[in-house]
Antibody, heavy 120, light 108 residues
Framework: EVLLVESGGGLVQPGGSLRLSCAAS????????MNWVRQAPGKGLEWVSY????????YYADSVRGRFTISRDNAKKSLYLQMNSLRAEDTAVYYC?????????????WGQGILVTVSS | EIVLTQSPGTLSLSPGEGATLSCRAS???????LAWYQQKPGQAPRLLIY???SRATGIPDRFSGSGSGTDFSLTISRLEPEDFAVYYC?????????FGGGTKVEIK
């Protein structure tokens, strides 16, 4: 069974930083692209970032480029999102999601999500 | 960036009725790389359709997707009580992935 478990969320002040982690199990992590998707309270889904299986291709949404950094550790089967210069509008539930092997694609598996609140 | 516009915003229907949801793209979605997701309150989204018309594993055949280019649709042939939820389309034909704003299917 594919499992994705996010951690590292919480309350942070504007301008602060937070690092999200996603622990993966139940599949060969190093074969799959991974993504972060977020959802602000009461709003729709917003794709945040993509990373290819070997980290050679990385993409970001315009709203986070230059502030967020996606990374992965295939040996630890883990995905990360380093979030800097956080703003109130970054408040959202952040989902880790598994893409398809070696390409940008759809999201077949999702974590349960982790809440990030940016507020003073 | 490809903008996806979903309509209607809300669909009020009764169980047993059929539903057709629309997703229109601001430019052509390459290779029909269009997916549909269902989301219920407090839950993560669930993949229903990928490649515009391929059902994901375990998805009932009352769900079907169609379309190409800039116009796509999701059809639910007969609504079951568990189908009342919010539905999102997503394009993955470019390196900037985008989602539509969602269509809520509610019980009339």
């Amino acid at each position: 069974e594919v499992l994705l478990v996010e951690s590292g969320g919480g309350l942070v002040q504007p301008g602060g930083s937070l690092r999200l982690s996603c622990a993966a199990s139940g599949f060969t992590f190093s074969n799959y692209s991974m993504n972060w998707v977020r959802q602000a309270p009461g709003k729709g889904l917003e794709w945040v970032s993509y990373i290819s299986p070997s980290s050679t291709s990385i993409y970001y949404a315009d709203s986070v480029r230059g502030r967020f950094t996606i990374s992965r550790d295939n040996a630890k089967k883990s995905l990360y999102l380093q979030m800097n210069s956080l703003r109130a509008e970054d408040t959202a539930v952040y989902y880790c999601s598994r893409g398809v092997p070696a390409a940008i694609g759809y999201f077949q598996h999702w974590g349960q999500g982790i809440l990030v609140t940016v507020s003073s | 960036e490809i903008v996806l516009t979903q309509s209607p915003g809300t669909l009020s229907l009764s169980p047993g009725e059929g539903a057709t949801l629309s997703c229109r793209a601001s430019q052509s979605v390459s290779n029909s790389y269009l997916a549909w997701y269902q989301q219920k309150p407090g839950q993560a989204p669930r993949l229903l359709i990928y490649g515009a018309s391929s059902r994901a594993t375990g998805i009932p055949d009352r769900f079907s997707g169609s379309g190409s280019g800039t116009d796509f649709s999701l059809t639910i042939s007969r609504l079951e009580p568990e189908d009342f939820a919010v539905y999102y389309c997503q394009q993955y034909g470019s390196s900037l992935i985008t989602f539509g704003g969602g269509t809520k299917v509610e019980i009339k």
